[in-house]
């Protein structure tokens, strides 16, 4: 059975650090990786997708990075702003499935 | 283009009662998949439709809970003799496609409904 775990569960961290998030995952049979963004009180916004042959993709200040074979996912934001405090959930879509398998979730508090 | 829409926003019902929930899909996306957000559970699957069809419907928890969805488009999740337990944020996804490149797998979601059973 597919379990993904996210460490640390919560961070709070100065405005204009660089921070490491990370999402592993106990089978490494997956389809693909989502990272996504939520909001308090809202949908799930989404941030990045990696497709299990890929290694990482980048949108802006964010990189997310997979290692299939070890499990492990990272997700990298850089120059970090009050703007990016958020849930950011993490969640594979196992091989021969469709459906997501979703991490608790990091929650981030960027203080100015 | 509008993104995945879901009514109502909020539902308070009463224990017991039968509620409806429905799901607007991104125009064009065939894959529809309904997931539950609980405190004490995190983010789950409930069930995935592909098309009209649902050969994934393995999260439903009980037989209280259907889904059907008609013309590839809307979807409503029902939820028969609600209970206190099923109180909790509905969410809805979409995408492109279930098959063929993974990145037609990408799931976009709607805002959620709340439901409170009392």
């Known amino acids: 059975k597919q379990e993904v775990t996210q460490i640390p569960a919560a961070l709070s961290v100065p405005e204009g650090e660089n921070l490491v998030l990370n999402c592993s995952f106990t089978?490494?049979?997956?389809?693909?990786l989502q990272w996504f963004r939520q909001d308090p009180g809202k949908g799930l916004t989404s941030l990045l997708l990696?497709?299990?042959?890929?290694r990482e993709q980048t949108s802006g200040r964010l990189n997310a990075s997979l290692d299939k074979s070890s499990g492990r996912s990272t997700l990298y934001i850089a120059a970090s702003q009050p703007g990016d405090s958020a849930t950011y959930l993490c969640?594979?879509?196992?091989?021969?499935?469709?459906?997501?398998?979703f991490g608790a979730g990091t929650r981030l508090a960027v203080h100015p | 283009g509008a993104g995945v829409s879901q009514s109502p926003s909020n539902k308070v019902t009463e224990k017991g009662k039968d509620v409806e929930l429905r799901c607007d899909p991104i125009?064009?996306?065939?894959?529809l998949y309904w997931y539950r957000q609980s405190l004490g559970q995190g983010l789950e699957f409930l069930i995935y439709?592909?098309?009209?069809?649902?050969?994934?419907k393995s999260g439903l928890p009980s037989d209280r809970f259907s889904a059907e969805r008609t013309g590839g488009s809307v979807s409503t999740l029902t939820i028969q003799r609600t209970q206190q337990e099923d109180s909790a944020v509905y969410l809805c996804?979409?995408?492109?496609?279930?098959?063929?490149?993974?990145?037609?797998?990408?799931?976009?979601f709607g805002p959620g409904t709340r439901l409170t059973v009392l």
């Open positions: 439709f592909q098309g009209n069809s649902a050969p994934d």
């Open positions: 990696i497709q299990s042959s890929q």
């Open positions: 125009s064009g996306h065939t894959a």
């Open positions: 969640a594979v879509v196992p091989g021969g499935y469709n459906k997501l398998i």
């Open positions: 089978d490494s049979a997956i389809y693909n």
């Open positions: 996804a979409s995408s492109r496609g279930a098959s063929g490149s993974p990145s037609y797998n990408e799931q976009f």
